[in-house]
């Protein structure tokens, strides 16, 4: 499958974004998802990750409450909606995918990357 993340941008400190990730196929049913964030320096961090039925889900402490990961109606796209953004989640965030059941929190769990796209919050 090939994914494709879009939706980052500029925002001011306790604004808002939606990430989207896009899958070349159905990921519904198939595919556990996860979002991770990578900022200069430093490892790449999942963020938010849900099972393959999509009931299953998984947040870091960092973002818990603000953050919320989802899948569209048309069973291709996962979202990651980031409410109250703060400067310390300036990263390039990463969608990513993998073929088991439960939801994952390691990059080395998943075998599908998207590209990246950056987000940057401004204080």
């Known amino acids: 499958v090939q994914l494709q993340a879009s939706g980052g941008g500029l925002v001011q400190a306790g604004g808002s974004l939606r990430l989207s990730c896009a899958a070349s196929?159905?990921?519904?049913?198939?595919?556990?998802m996860g979002w991770f964030r990578q900022s200069p320096g430093k490892e790449r961090d999942v963020v938010a990750a849900?099972?393959?039925?999509?009931?299953?889900?998984y947040y870091a402490d960092s973002v818990r409450g603000r953050f919320t990961i989802s899948r569209g109606n048309a069973k291709n796209t996962v979202y990651l909606q980031m409410n109250t953004l703060k400067p310390e989640d300036t990263a390039v965030y990463y969608c990513?995918?993998?073929?088991?059941?439960?939801?994952?929190?390691?990059?080395?769990?998943?075998?599908?990357w998207g590209q990246g796209t950056q987000v940057t919050v401004s204080s």
């Open positions: 849900m099972s393959r039925n999509g009931v299953g889900t």
């Open positions: 196929e159905r990921i519904s049913g198939i595919y556990a």
């Open positions: 990513a995918a993998t073929t088991g059941t439960y939801y994952y929190t390691r990059t080395s769990e998943y075998r599908y």
